[in-house]
């Protein structure tokens, strides 16, 4: 690539690499007033009159003999110039080693006849083509008084007294970008992520605020609230595996990208099929059940080939913890816009939010590195540095994978984690509300108390799994370690609720259960992309698939266990599922790969 620079500044001239001992046959061009004196070619006749006058303006410019030196054993030549604004200097040369430099300060000439620019071969002889090298820019120290080449310091990051832009031939000095494109690309893949899941909670919970302006304004009973809210369910737990499926053989981007599309349109169309009838709203809020339903799946899919095992812990905590600020940012501004707007511009906006997260995921992500053409080569090192395969997959061994007993331990240990999760978080209101005596208000309140536990929980755990990786202990280790807290720790504090004596204690009681319940995105939902990183979207299909389960049957036998007992009853059943789900997790999950 040709490189020629045009610097005027103040005292500075530029620096620009030469060959060992220039040869002739170098352009040089002139800039005077504006008028631009190029194309004089050293190579063409001497003895032409053109060419003759033109080199003999360029030497009325020229006051002092070069002076040659050496610069770290290179050959290096000193032209100076009169401090002009009106004259620059357009320099083209070429060379692997030596310099040249171009000064703006004063001299006098003691030879006028024979005027040299060496290392640029201007004179009034015969001379070679010109050629040309590629250059890279830096920065050079420099004095505006007469150089000693010897004891020029060149400082790559400052100049002392001006600042001047420099050509270095043939060099390898790497440019700096800014600080947005040094970003890792696979954590601007999680951001992405974490924002899809943040999307993702706030549409779903905008419904439970609501709804209670829309039963009053169409008359809906407490039979046909349940319906409503239920309905999401029909088709979260369709697309559960089908989404794991569709993410494994034809890579996460396409599949995250079509549920955030398809759960916005339904989000903002719910107003108006609700206005038609109970039936549209029901098939509505199905389809965004249907959108939703293959996020996680796809996202599984998605970090398992972006992100290495050694940040895998921290990664899958942020992403779930958009989920639980979704529910935080869902239920605080879900109120005022009722207020000011009403109830269908919770929906309007909301479901908006998806169009400017698609426009950015399009040009952001890919599903995996090796379809990333901007990816920096020591970034895809490190990536795809494992024994890991990245490739999609073409066939689903589903008696392979069923015939793991790993894989069984994901699915009941999930299945008796959500149990515990969804009851806190579906009754939880009515807690406060009948036990605590909490009015509405305080009850909405402390809801979101919970929520915001885990979201720091859940990022205090991911760290502090990857560290104990980075020392040394072993994946399977970690896993158990970090599920069994996900898994005691609810179970200690649920049964420490019979004892307290006073809201606050019962409510900080709730906070801690949740906050180590988050420790599972350590455990069991990080250990689908080790059993089995080319099945990830599958696995975490099928073991989601029993935790929706759990979270629809969890809320109906809890009502059954109020009517007939107590609170206490409540929390003895999801006491003894916490124990079971510890004894499976601990005697058959693994943290090797399973699955290729």
Known sequence: MTMSGLISNRNFGSFVGSGNGYRSGRDISVQRRGVSISGVSVAQDPFSRRQHNMHLRLEERIRKPM?????????????????????????????INGCSFVSSAPYRSNNVEQREVHGLGLSRRKHAQPKVAKANKFRVSYKSEEYNISETKIDPLQSTEGTGEAILLEGNLQQVSPWWQQFPKRWVIVLLCFSAFLLCNMDRVNMSIAILPMSQEFNWNSATVGLIQSSFFWGYLLTQIVGGIWADKIGG??????????????TVLTPIAAKL????????????????????????NILSKWIPVSERSRSLALVYSGMYLGSVTGLAFSPMLIQKFGWPSVFYSFGSLGSIWFVLWLSK??????????????EKKLILGGNVSKEPVSVIPWKLILSKAPVW??????????????????????????????NLTESGLFCVLPWLTMAIFANIGGWIADTLVSKGLSITSVRKIMQSVGFLGPAFFLTQLSHVRTPAMAVLCMACSQGSDAFSQSGLYSNHQDIGPRYAGVLL??????????????????GYILQRGSWDDVFKVAVVLYIIGTLVWNIFSTGEKILD
């Open 541 to 558: 299909g099928l073991s989601n698939t029993a935790g929706v389960l759990a979270g629809v049957f969890g809320t109906a036998a809890t």
């Open 253 to 266: 981007k396409l599949v995250l990208g079509f549920g955030v599309v398809w759960w916005s349109i339904a």
């Open 67 to 95: 002076r040659k030196s050496h610069y770290k054993g290179e050959h290096c030549s000193l032209v100076s110039r009169q401090s002009s604004p009106c004259l620059n200097f357009k320099l083209q040369a070429s060379g």
């Open 409 to 438: 331990a994901l699915i009941i240990s999930h299945f008796c984690h959500n149990w515990g999760t969804f009851i806190l978080l579906t009754w939880m209101p009515t807690y406060y509300n009948q036990v605590l005596k909490f």
């Open 277 to 300: 009838g109970l039936p549209f709203l029901l098939i509505m809020r199905a389809f965004m059940g249907i959108g939703e339903g293959v996020a996680m799946p796809a996202m599984n």
């Open 365 to 378: 992500a890919y599903s995996s590195p090796k379809e990333d053409p901007d990816l920096g080569v020591e």
